[in-house]
């Protein structure tokens, strides 16, 4: 595909889909993030299934660290390598508090210095 062809191709999907979303459910920057962390090798839908009652009962990374890896299990354990995922999130929740002031942060370097955090996941973010 050259460069023209690319051109129109996304001129074409822009056309169709002017304003892309994800299927993952969230209500703030930090949610997002979690939400796409948890999506590697899971479905958009067992994501949301798990991050339903854990966003409401722990919306913030405070609220998030305060569980700690046993209180988290129980949410995300029907997501695979949950186990990982979970140790990730607790520490990217305690980084994201300690250097970040516990907001997101908007560059790509900064997004993939967080623990469970790719080029992809970055991007998404």
């Known amino acids: 595909m050259d460069r023209i062809q690319r051109q129109e191709l996304f001129a074409r999907l822009r056309a169709a889909n002017p304003e892309p979303t994800t299927e993952l459910a969230y ?6 993030l979690i939400a796409v962390i948890l999506s590697a090798q899971a479905t958009d839908k067992s994501v949301n299934l ?14 998030m660290l305060a569980l700690g890896e046993s209180g988290l299990i ?52």
């Open 27 to 32: 209500a703030s920057t930090f949610q997002l």
């Open 50 to 63: 798990a991050t339903r009652q854990l966003f409401a009962d722990a919306p913030t990374p405070q609220a």
């Open 74 to 125: 129980p949410y995300l354990n029907r997501i695979g390598l949950y186990q990982g995922k979970t140790r990730n999130i607790l520490a990217t929740c305690r980084q994201l508090l300690e250097q970040h002031g516990g907001e997101v942060p908007h560059s790509r370097t900064a997004l993939e210095a967080l623990p469970g955090v790719g080029r992809k996941t970055a991007n998404v973010v």
